[in-house]
């Protein structure tokens, strides 16, 4: 009985059967990403700590951008 994986057994793997079920989340992920990216460099001039934003989204892909858009936001100086 084999306890641990290599990276020989990936070439076993049935990609074409995991593919769809992994591909809506890779495409939600990214669209959260692209969405909240344009929010942050639209809204650039009002927005406190914009490079570190871009990080976070950048970095933390899917917890990222939904912090962005629920603290980050709230840092907008009225003008």
């Known amino acids: 009985m084999q306890l641990h994986y290599g990276l020989e057994e990936l070439g076993d793997i ?21 969405i909240a990216w344009i929010d942050l460099f639209r809204h650039r001039k009002t927005r406190k700590n914009v490079f570190m ?5 950048f970095f933390f892909n899917t917890i990222g951008p939904i912090l ?3 603290v980050g936001r709230k840092d907008e100086t009225a003008r």
């Open 14 to 34: 049935d990609w074409t059967g995991i593919l769809p079920l992994v591909l809506p989340f890779l495409a939600v992920g990214f669209i959260l990403i692209l």
């Open 53 to 57: 934003w871009a990080l976070i989204i």
């Open 68 to 70: 962005y858009f629920t």
